[in-house]
């Protein structure tokens, strides 16, 4: 069976567009293998609008790679009863479908496309917005005024562009904070920081809160240029992730494996300590049985954990 998956024949899609199967050109939408994927995209864009319907009822389909071929067949046969549904997926949960939508819908050259296209602008996945703002050139679409060439610079992380609009930005720039990548985070807090603007030191501050180390170093320096007060930091910087070994788990697992609750708190002497107890327990177990060697290890193991435990407390957090 695993020799029949290298063995597999390549599906004949001309044969199948030959015979109008519009069923099996979809399913083979779903494969993990992208040339025959792309010729099956290729395939049902050549049978054109008669395999709108069908793919349009598999885009509900909860296979992820099915959804993305079928926004790909889509955007081929550029059918304009297709744009509503179109529409309707980018919103769908997954990033890289709510790209595809994005980019389908430019494809498509359907003004009617325009508005889910401008929402795009502002997802919370850099891929998504980028996708968005290639599609609003291909719909030929020119922003109406700096406000919404903000949205669409901030779609193409034209940075020195957004920067340069100054005060018209911040929004935009607000919501690129909220993308998972901290390197678009750290140059939108930068770029808050050029413009200056006092109506960004919420959003500075909250990002003094934020997992990456980098990004709340660049939201200190950033807020000071917006006019933030110093006394507001340390309060956001307060609520950040909090990076500290649990004493609990460094306690156990040296009561259970002496010397790996100090590997666990990055104590380079917990392996030796580990080993020592191996040679022991072995020595131990073979000169004075098993009832002994328990009554012995016991209270030790008890107070390894408890230092573990102990010096786990102490510890200071990770540096911010």
């Not at 005024?145 to 720039?173: C, H, N, R």
């Amino acid at each position: 069976m695993f020799l029949d998956r290298f063995s597999r024949k390549k599906p004949d899609t001309d044969l199948l567009v030959r015979k109008k199967d519009i069923r099996g050109l979809i399913s083979l939408l779903s494969s993990q293998n992208p040339e025959d994927q792309a010729s099956a995209v290729h395939a049902l864009g050549t049978i054109g609008p008669d395999a709108t319907g069908p793919l349009v009822l598999a885009l509900k389909k909860k296979n992820r790679n099915l959804r993305l071929g079928v926004i790909g067949a889509l955007a081929e046969i550029r059918d304009p009863t297709a744009v509503s549904s179109l529409v309707a997926t980018i919103h769908d949960t997954s990033s890289e479908v709510r790209w595809q939508a994005a980019i389908a819908l430019g494809e498509m050259g359907d003004p009617a496309a325009l508005p889910a296209v401008l929402g795009a602008l502002r997802d919370a996945d850099k891929y998504v917005r980028y996708g968005a703002a290639v599609s609003l050139v291909k719909l030929g679409h020119k922003p109406a005024d700096e406000a919404e060439w903000a949205w669409y610079f901030a779609g193409m992380q034209e940075w020195k562009k957004l920067a340069e609009i100054g005060t018209s930005a911040v929004i935009p720039l607000e919501n690129l904070l909220l993308d998972k990548d901290s390197e678009v985070r750290i140059r939108a807090v930068k770029t808050l920081g050029e413009i200056g603007d006092r109506r960004a030191g919420p959003a500075l501050i909250r990002s003094l809160g934020d997992e990456n180390r980098q990004v709340r170093w660049e939201a200190v320096l950033a807020s000071q240029k917006c006019g933030v007060d110093p006394l507001y930091l340390p309060r956001g910087l307060s609520r950040r992730p909090r990076l500290k070994k649990n004493p609990l788990i460094a306690g156990l697992l040296n009561f259970l494996l002496p010397g790996l609750g100090y590997g666990y708190l990055g104590k380079w002497w917990g392996v030796m300590i580990f080993q020592v107890d191996i040679t022991f327990t072995v020595w131990l177990y073979k000169f004075s049985g098993e009832g002994n060697t328990y009554s012995v290890l016991f209270p030790i193991y008890l107070l390894l954990g408890l230092h573990a435990w102990y010096i786990t407390n102490q510890m200071p957090e990770d540096p911010p």
